[in-house]
């Protein structure tokens, strides 16, 4: 059974940094890409970012393009979402998945079959 496991997520300043890792275990985290969504009060779940399984590849939504960073750790099973220049409106739940999307589709939440509880990020300003 696969399971992936967020952390990292807290309370924040405008400007701040922050890194959210996921944990993705009980299956071949190499054959998986991961990606991470996340969602704020009142809104859809949005994506945010993702990483292919070789982790040559990566792709970011133009709101958060030049300030996040994924990466992932094969060895260590872990993906991470570093994030800077934080705003208010990066305010929401940070969502962790993975999955075997299409290209196309990299930033389809249907395309991944598994996902993490999610960690709060709080960007006061």
């Known amino acids: 059974q696969v399971q992936l496991v967020e952390t990292g997520g807290g309370l924040v300043t405008d400007g701040d940094s922050l890194t959210l890792s996921c944990v993705i275990s009980?299956?071949?985290?190499?054959?998986?890409?991961v990606a991470w969504f996340r969602q704020a009060p009142g809104k859809e779940r949005e994506f945010v970012s993702v990483i292919r399984r070789s982790g040559g590849y990566t792709y970011y939504s133009d709101v958060v393009k030049g300030r996040f960073t994924i990466s992932r750790d094969n060895a260590k099973i872990t993906a991470f979402l570093q994030m800077n220049s934080l705003k208010p409106s990066d305010t929401a739940v940070y969502y962790c998945a993975a999955g075997t999307p299409i290209l196309s589709a990299r930033d389809d939440s249907k395309m991944y079959r598994y996902w993490g509880q999610g960690t709060q990020v709080t960007v006061s300003s």
């Open positions: 009980g299956g071949t985290f190499r054959n998986y890409d």
